[in-house]
């Protein structure tokens, strides 16, 4: 049927059956009535005909040619971050376990579930029968633990002496004359030559002044006084020399007569030709005049002798005037040894002091633990109350009253929540980025904003797996107003890196085409009225829709080639190729519907 057709249908009426009785006319009016009845019915008809052919022909059979419009964008200057993001959990930043020491039946509970308590609060009570017992065991262990530590702290007082007296002898490895005088058994001892320590090297003597004692009466006793100037005679040499009462001892000499003598010591400076084991006398005028004279002559001694030895271990360095009857000055240098050997030593002593040091601090660490042991059995013994070693939540309580508990049940927690922990897991790519200080940003579930800064980068905890390490991060957040809680999941994000007062685009703008030399390029077609010098020679790509993947040249677009930086879910940098506030290509709008 064609429109025209629709248009003007031909209404048919059907006509009356026959009837045998014919018909009875009615009046005029009501005939006329009824036909306008019947015309205003078959119009409705034919309106309601023709809309449905109109619609049928404007969405069916129509062509229509459909439109876009494109829309465009502006580069701006801007700031990109480029961050990481992950998924992380909250746990207490403190969090102490109280345990039940001794076995016994819980008294009282004085805390719930939730509550808020302070350090030192009493948590229950109990009582324990066999707590006398362990207060007995207790003490022992003090005691005991006392007297590893008096030990060690003798140790290392006694290593600690020794090391400071070994230091003081490194000034002996050079061994020098400890005054002036003459050398006698001087041992042959060459360079490079070991020596242990105690080796004789030679005797030192003191023969610049020749020591004399003679016995002398009571009878002198008063006049006979230190400093005192004597006439010292040796009969060997014919010679009479000058001496000085040196010291004065009250002893009893019996003689074989029965007189009584005490002891004279007489120092004698020898003038070259004194030497020991001469025969000498001396005699000496009173106040009044008398010559005094001893019991009986003596002999001569060096006034002082000197073993020369070897205090120290070592090799010999250098071998200064070491002659049988050499004379030497006090201080001169002897001999000389290698420090090698003093300093291993050295070293192994300076262990043995920081050894007996740990022992003693093992020992004071061990006698705090049994104290305080003794000290939980006192308290269990009393029947005291246990209380809260940290400030905190309670978030856990198993006991009740009456209830019978073993030693080493803990039935008691309480965390501090005012301080919570943020484990997290970042990979090997982005590790580098975490440093020990740095703030991390955290939202809960329901919007609710944290900061996060890093304590702890595991490194040593590192997990492997596909191809990729993670490590752990642990974050401290502070938690006064108490939002977070145990075992809340928060997602994290920190920056990575930043560009600041930078080209930005959206990131759909920069497209990827190849050039007519088979050349990929990144590009972005900004408006233009005519074709860019830099312009990229490329051929549109084969499409299948209504409108091509990019603009032509036609449509005042040209491509360009750009560099790219960092970039968000939104937006891309341009490092290079493309100024701010150039409008650029972003995409096709459509305006036409499309065909069924």
Wanted: hydrophobic share 35%.
């Amino acid at each position: 049927m064609t429109t025209e057709e629709m248009s003007n249908p031909t209404a048919t009426v059907p006509e009356a059956p026959p009837s045998p009785v014919p018909p009875r006319q009615p009046p005029k009016g009501k005939r006329r009535r009824k036909t306008v009845k019947r015309i205003v019915t078959v119009a409705v008809v034919l309106l309601v005909i023709a809309a449905i052919a109109f619609a049928m022909w404007f969405f069916v059979f129509r062509e229509k040619k459909e439109e876009g419009k494109i829309l465009s964008a502006m580069s701006q200057i801007g700031t990109i971050q480029s961050t990481v993001s992950g998924y992380g959990s909250a746990r207490a930043g403190a969090s102490a376990a109280v345990s039940v020491t001794l076995k016994g039946v819980i008294q009282e509970v004085y805390v719930n579930v939730g509550d808020v308590i302070f350090e030192g609060m009493p948590l229950y009570s109990i009582y324990s029968p066999d707590a006398a017992t362990q207060v007995q065991k207790a003490q022992e262990d003090v005691d005991n633990a006392q007297k590893e530590l008096d030990s060690a702290q003798k140790a290392q007082e006694t290593a600690q002496h020794d090391l400071e007296k070994y230091r003081g002898d490194a000034a002996k490895l050079n061994i020098t004359a400890p005054f002036g005088g003459k050398l006698l058994e001087v041992q042959t001892i060459t360079r490079g030559q070991m020596l242990d320590a105690g080796t004789p090297i030679a005797t030192l003597v003191n023969d610049r002044q020749m020591r004399l004692t003679l016995y002398f009466s009571y009878a002198y006793e008063n006049d006979i006084y230190a400093g005192q100037s004597v006439n010292v005679s040796v009969p060997a040499l014919m010679l009479v020399t000058q001496g000085s009462v040196e010291g004065i001892y009250k002893v009893d000499r019996i003689s074989a007569e029965g007189g009584v003598f005490f002891e004279v010591d007489i120092l004698v400076p020898n003038p070259g030709t004194l030497t020991e084991g001469m025969d000498a006398s001396a005699s000496m005028v009173s106040a009044s005049g008398v010559e005094i004279y001893p019991y009986e002559n003596a002999k001569l001694i060096y006034s002082e002798t000197a073993q020369i030895t070897a205090s120290l271990p070592g090799e010999v360095n250098s071998v200064g005037s070491l002659r049988d009857y050499m004379n030497v000055n006090a201080g001169e240098v002897l001999l000389t040894q290698s420090r090698e050997a003093y300093a291993e030593q050295l070293e192994s002593m300076e262990e043995s002091v920081e050894s007996a040091q740990k022992r003693v601090a093992d020992c004071e660490t061990r006698l705090a633990e049994c104290q305080e042991a003794l000290y939980q059995a006192q308290q269990a013994e009393q029947n005291s109350e246990v209380v809260s070693p940290i400030s905190g939540t309670v978030t856990s309580c198993a006991i009740v009253p009456d209830q019978e508990v073993e030693a080493g049940t803990t039935v008691i927690t309480v965390s501090d929540t005012s301080v919570m922990t943020v484990q997290i897991n970042v990979d090997d790519r982005n590790i580098s980025y975490i440093n020990p200080g740095m703030e991390v940003e955290l939202t809960d579930w329901n919007g609710n904003y944290f900061i996060g800064t890093v304590t702890k980068i595991d490194i040593e905890g590192a997990q492997i797996g596909m191809g990729m390490s993670t490590y752990p991060v642990t974050l401290s957040v502070e938690n006064m107003s108490g939002l977070l809680q145990q075992g809340m999941g928060l997602d994290y994000s920190f920056v990575t890196s930043e560009s600041v007062d930078c080209v930005t685009v959206p990131i759909q703008c920069v497209k990827s085409i190849v050039d007519t030399d088979g050349n990929p390029q990144k590009v972005v077609f900004v408006k233009a009225d005519e074709k860019p010098a830099n312009a990229v020679e490329f051929d549109m790509p084969e499409y299948y829709g209504e409108y091509p993947p990019y603009p032509s040249g036609e449509e005042g677009y040209w491509p360009i080639p750009v560099e790219t930086g960092l970039s968000d879910r939104y937006n891309l940098e341009i490092t290079s190729g493309l100024d701010a506030d150039t409008e650029i290509f972003n995409a096709y709008m459509m305006t036409g519907a499309y065909s069924y």
